[in-house]
């Protein structure tokens, strides 16, 4: 993504704030004004929202010049519990309001005979009055939902733990421990604390290798420098194999030159393209990983990444987006299983009746866990950073555990 498309990506966006902005705080005003209240309630209101565009313009244009630090964050952190909140209640006013409008017209075709008018009217101003304190009341619930995801959630990481059943693992690999993390998008954290927080997690697990898929950044190689020391001495723990994501090429032709020269030199093995033998002897597998494949990009090489891979071993491929994964892996390429991330899990999703629901369902087939195909197996870490609104609803960030299996042992087991 270049300047001029995340300038045109911010103004869509901007326009849909303000637009449900506008709608949210007229609908309000207009209740102001039916209680008696004073007007200066939804005056300041106003005020607030003419500061909260005058950020977001800022943030907007610093984010089209590549620049973006601590202050930013601040900044849209602030913006984000401002306008992100008010796109489910403009939703609700404007359903509630084409209900209240359906129900006029249809009242307005019947001839009714009221009794005592004048008193039925009372009771109705007083009842709407009730209901819409209680409406406009319950309408600070997604405000403080979204303060909980933004404050709490968001450092909530939490360590999911998976065994790889795998018909051709090698005796010597059954135990191994892989851990996956993805997302990290450095640009989201105020501090270094979180990701050294991370950084503890990893080494109380003491996997055998650790793996990154990719989004190391929002966009900026200065970004890492808040988690450097933590990648540094993880790297220096333990094996470390990574992959680039689509926003590690959101950035100059310098500057992605300078993200790639900055991993590698904390000591992580970036595979672009490429592959490595883990293990020795009988007792090894394939550790594959190939540059970002995904929307209006095109940099990975699943054929030079594969190149020259011993005929039927374990192989496991790093690819940032799971789409991948339909259209170049399953029942094409001799991959075991795919490691990814990018979806984030929506970052946003609700439990409705034991189903998962987030926008990332509607943009992607696989959006978190563990997919199988036949014999090949895809997983979708959610991530530990952010992008976009600096909060996490229902998707908290993961630390995944792979433990590697033998499938024939299990069936001797069983049988």
Same mark, same amino acid.
């Given at each position: 993504?270049?300047?001029?498309?995340?300038?045109?990506?911010?103004?869509?966006?901007?326009?849909?704030?303000?637009?449900?902005?506008?709608?949210?705080?007229?609908?309000?005003?207009?209740?102001?004004?039916?209680?008696?209240?004073?007007?200066?309630?939804?005056?300041?209101?106003?005020?607030?929202?003419?500061?909260?565009?005058?950020?977001?313009?800022?943030?907007?244009?610093?984010?089209?010049?590549?620049?973006?630090?601590? #202050?930013?964050?601040?900044?849209?952190?602030?913006?984000?519990?401002?306008?992100?909140?008010?796109?489910?209640?403009?939703?609700?006013?404007?359903?509630?309001?084409?209900?209240?409008?359906?129900?006029?017209?249809?009242?307005?075709?019947?001839?009714?005979?009221?009794?005592?008018?004048?008193?039925?009217?009372?009771?109705?101003? $007083?009842?709407?009055?009730?209901?819409?304190?209680?409406?406009?009341?319950?309408? $600070?619930?997604?405000?403080?939902?979204?303060?909980?995801?933004?404050?709490?959630?968001?450092?909530?990481?939490?360590?999911?733990?998976?065994?790889?059943?795998?018909?051709?693992?090698?005796?010597?690999?059954?135990?191994?421990?892989?851990?996956?993390?993805?997302?990290?998008?450095?640009?989201?954290?105020?501090?270094?604390?979180?990701?050294?927080?991370?950084?503890?997690?990893?080494?109380?697990?003491?996997?055998?290798?650790?793996?990154?898929?990719?989004?190391?950044?929002?966009?900026?190689?200065?970004?890492?420098?808040?988690?450097?020391?933590?990648?540094?001495?993880?790297?220096?723990?333990?094996?470390?194999?990574?992959?680039?994501?689509?926003?590690?090429?959101?950035?100059?032709?310098?500057?992605?030159?300078?993200?790639?020269?900055?991993?590698?030199?904390? =000591?992580?093995?970036?595979?672009?393209?490429?592959?490595?033998? #883990?293990?020795? =002897?009988?007792?090894?597998?394939?550790?594959?990983?190939?540059?970002?494949?995904?929307?209006?990009?095109?940099?990975?090489?699943?054929?030079?990444?594969?190149?020259?891979?011993?005929?039927?071993?374990?192989?496991?491929?790093?690819?940032?987006?799971?789409?991948?994964?339909?259209?170049?892996?399953?029942?094409?390429?001799?991959?075991?299983?795919?490691?990814?991330?990018?979806?984030?899990?929506?970052?946003?999703?609700?439990?409705?009746?034991?189903?998962?629901?987030?926008?990332?369902?509607?943009?992607?087939?696989?959006?978190?866990?563990?997919?199988?195909? =036949?014999?090949?197996?895809?997983?979708?870490?959610?991530?530990?950073?952010?992008?976009?609104?600096?909060?996490?609803?229902?998707?908290?960030?993961?630390?995944?555990?792979?433990?590697?299996?033998?499938?024939?042992?299990?069936?001797?087991?069983?049988?």
């Amino acid at each position: 993504m270049n300047q001029n498309s995340i300038l045109v990506f911010s103004v869509v966006v901007g326009l849909i704030f303000v637009v449900a902005d506008v709608y949210v705080l007229y609908s309000f005003r207009q209740f102001i004004r039916k209680q008696s209240y004073s007007p200066w309630w939804y005056r300041c209101m106003w005020m607030l929202s003419a500061v909260a565009l005058a950020m977001y313009v800022v943030v907007a244009w610093r984010r089209h010049l590549f620049r973006i630090d601590g #202050i930013d964050l601040k900044l849209f952190m602030a913006v984000s519990l401002w306008y992100v909140p008010k796109l489910p209640v403009a939703l609700v006013i404007g359903i509630v309001s084409m209900v209240r409008g359906l129900r006029k017209l249809l009242r307005s075709k019947e001839t009714q005979v009221v009794p005592d008018k004048k008193r039925e009217d009372m009771v109705l101003i $007083s009842r709407r009055k009730l209901l819409g304190s209680t409406a406009w009341g319950m309408a $600070s619930v997604p405000f403080a939902v979204m303060a909980n995801g933004m404050i709490r959630t968001v450092y909530d990481f939490t360590v999911v733990h998976h065994d790889l059943v795998l018909n051709s693992l090698p005796p010597g690999l059954i135990g191994y421990k892989i851990v996956q993390i993805s997302d990290i998008h450095a640009g989201s954290f105020l501090s270094s604390d979180p990701f050294q927080e991370v950084r503890r997690i990893v080494d109380s697990i003491n996997p055998n290798l650790v793996v990154i898929t990719g989004d190391f950044v929002n966009a900026v190689p200065d970004e890492l420098l808040i988690v450097q020391q933590a990648l540094k001495k993880m790297a220096a723990n333990f094996p470390v194999y990574a992959t680039l994501g689509n926003h590690d090429h959101y950035n100059t032709a310098d500057d992605h030159a300078r993200l790639i020269q900055r991993i590698r030199g904390y =000591g992580i093995d970036l595979l672009n393209n490429e592959h490595r033998l #883990i293990g020795e =002897g009988a007792d090894r597998f394939v550790l594959a990983g190939i540059d970002n494949v995904g929307f209006r990009q095109n940099y990975g090489n699943i054929g030079r990444a594969l190149q020259g891979v011993p005929p039927d071993s374990l192989t496991m491929l790093l690819a940032h987006d799971p789409t991948f994964w339909d259209k170049a892996v399953v029942g094409k390429q001799p991959v075991d299983v795919m490691l990814s991330g990018h979806t984030h899990g929506g970052q946003v999703a609700l439990n409705v009746m034991g189903f998962t629901v987030s926008p990332a369902n509607f943009v992607y087939e696989q959006v978190a866990g563990l997919y199988k195909k =036949g014999n090949q197996l895809l997983y979708v870490n959610s991530g530990i950073g952010t992008v976009g609104p600096p909060v996490r609803i229902g998707v908290p960030p993961e630390i995944t555990v792979f433990t590697l299996k033998s499938a024939l042992k299990m069936s001797s087991a069983n049988a």
